[in-house]
């Protein structure tokens, strides 16, 4: 993981590079001056989101408009003019939300030539009817929230707003056309899956169903550089509504669209033809982000409501046996690379959550570099926290681990996941280990074995917390294995210690309340 630095390839690829793009996911756009009713009760110009819906979601909201803004001011200072967008560009498809991205990226289209690429997220579009959100909302200076809806019979105190309606995939695809979505002007080559079928209303395979477009599409937008954007959201039918299969995403896309992998097939062998880049991106990964090597194949490793989340590793071998190299995902807000057979994915971060940041991708002559970019300065991070501090003083609400005192974007955004491990991470996927969190990790583990060379020559790590082990490891997770300065150093050789000492067949054969996630966490995930 590379920081913004001047220049950012290095300098043996200067004189080589011929393609550039930057590939940002999941910007999860909130407008912070839709109004959304609040205008009809303040005065206040900006709409914002609670510091208690905040605080326990994996985004944060009020941030993603000045993070975005610092993201394409450092596209603009690269001189990168294509940029990939890789779904939840909006904050839960709210019409409001697009219209506030649209007026962005038009004026960095209109003042700085920026080329924008989009595909959906699962929060950009919701299948073949619009869904109704509410969130609740307070005024720029604080005080009493607001419920603001999109559904008129919503009961009081709501405020109605119908800017709040989350959009349909027809309509998600008709404001989102000029973004690639369409065939745009301008660019060397544009097509669909369906040949001569490009009309909005026609995108979906021979007797398919017309309330199911794919909005898949590839597009050269600079000589030599293929983009493969693909629509990876499936809906089906669950009651009277609309489900999304997000979970394992690219499992169900392989079944319930058979004629993708052919299209892919065709367009990698086209683009090896004719001497074209090809870079896949969709919302969702196509591999497993971790990956074991079993010795006779690869397994997904992680926790249970990580997996669930994970295409099978079947999935990414047929996508590579088709000839895909490189796909460029989202939805996960973490960072990395995993390969398997020839293809690699790139995990993007997210600009509002740790790491924050996006990637640059260089091609030259077959080859391809990509550099993750972390976000550094972002001016006005802060706009929303006096209304915070109003909220928490009047709430009493606890658990912020000092959110509201970060001097830097990065450590806000440090903070808010280290206060998640044990609101929301740990009793989703170790709920045993809850009382446990203050407890020190030497007064866990058992006696003797692997641990009690550690503990001697490392006795300070005996008196470590469980809960500063647990979010070490998610903060590890979320930047793809990679050590950031958030964790000493000294602590990541001293997991690496136990990740040794433990696969090298010493796992604990009593019920050690953490032995279960030391042997399957820690040496087979997190370092």
């Not at 590379?2 to 004189?15: I, K, N, Q």
């Not at 394409?72 to 219209?99: F, K, N, P």
């Not at 794919?214 to 597009?219: C, F, T």
């Not at 669950?238 to 052919?262: N, S």
Request: proline share 6%; net charge negative.
């Amino acid at each position: 993981m590379a920081g913004p630095v001047p220049g950012g390839a290095p300098s043996s690829w200067r004189f080589l590079v011929l393609l550039k793009a930057a590939i940002v996911a999941d910007v999860h756009l909130h407008d912070l001056y839709g109004g959304y009713g609040l205008r009809e009760l303040s005065r206040g110009a900006l709409a914002l989101r609670t510091f208690a819906d905040t605080a326990a979601s994996t985004r944060v909201f009020n941030e993603s408009y000045p993070a975005f803004l610092a993201i394409l001011e450092d596209i603009v200072r690269r001189g990168i003019s294509t940029v990939v967008l890789l779904g939840d560009y909006s904050d839960d498809g709210q019409s409001g939300a697009v219209a506030a991205l649209k007026r962005i990226l038009s004026d960095y289209e209109t003042n700085h030539g920026l080329r924008f690429f989009t595909v959906f997220g699962n929060h950009d579009c919701f299948g073949p009817v619009p869904r109704h959100q509410s969130k609740w909302l307070t005024a720029g200076g604080g005080g009493a929230s607001v419920l603001a809806s999109s559904d008129p019979g919503a009961p009081e105190p709501a405020v109605f707003a119908p800017e709040m309606l989350g959009m349909s995939t027809a309509g998600a695809m008709q404001a989102m056309a000029s973004y690639g979505i369409a065939r745009p002007a301008g660019v060397l080559h544009w097509e669909t899956p369906f040949g001569t079928r490009d009309g909005l209303d026609e995108r979906y395979p021979p007797g398919g169903d017309p309330a199911l477009p794919d909005a898949s599409y590839l597009v050269e937008p600079q000589e030599g550089l293929w983009l493969l954007m693909l629509d990876a959201n499936v809906f089906h039918r669950a009651g009277a509504g609309w489900k999304l299969k997000a979970d394992a995403a690219w499992d169900h896309v392989l079944t319930d669209r058979p004629y993708l992998i052919d299209w892919i097939r065709d367009a990698a062998q086209r683009a090896k033809h004719q001497g074209k880049t090809l870079l896949a991106c969709s919302h969702y990964p196509v591999l497993p982000l971790t990956l074991e090597d079993t010795g006779s194949g690869v397994r997904a490793a992680g926790t249970a409501s990580w997996l669930e989340r994970m295409p099978s590793a079947n999935t990414g071998q047929t996508l590579a046996a088709a000839g895909l190299e490189w796909h460029f995902s989202g939805h996960m807000h973490t960072a990395g690379e995993v390969k398997l057979d020839g293809l690699v994915n790139v995990a993007v971060p997210s600009p509002v959550a740790f790491p924050a940041g996006y990637c640059v991708v260089e091609a030259s002559h077959g080859s391809v570099h990509v550099e993750t970019v972390s976000l550094g300065h972002v001016p006005g991070f802060d706009v929303a926290f006096s209304a915070y501090a109003d909220e928490i003083r009047r709430g009493h609400l606890t658990g912020s681990h000092g959110m509201t005192g970060s001097g830097t974007y990065a450590d806000f955004l440090l903070a808010h996941l280290r206060q998640l491990v044990a609101t929301r991470h740990v009793p989703a996927d170790w709920p045993r280990l809850l009382p446990c969190l203050e407890q020190p990790i030497g007064h866990l583990l058992p006696s003797g074995g692997p641990f009690e060379g550690l503990f001697t020559r490392r006795p300070d790590m005996a008196l470590l917390p469980l809960r500063s082990v647990l979010e070490d490891y998610y903060v590890l997770r979320a930047c793809g294995g990679a050590a950031p300065d958030a964790i000493d150093q000294t602590r990541t050789e001293f997991y690496r210690g136990l990740s040794k000492a433990l696969s090298g067949g010493l796992r604990q054969s009593n019920d050690s309340i953490l032995d279960e996630y030391l042997f399957e966490v820690i040496s087979k995930n997190l370092i």
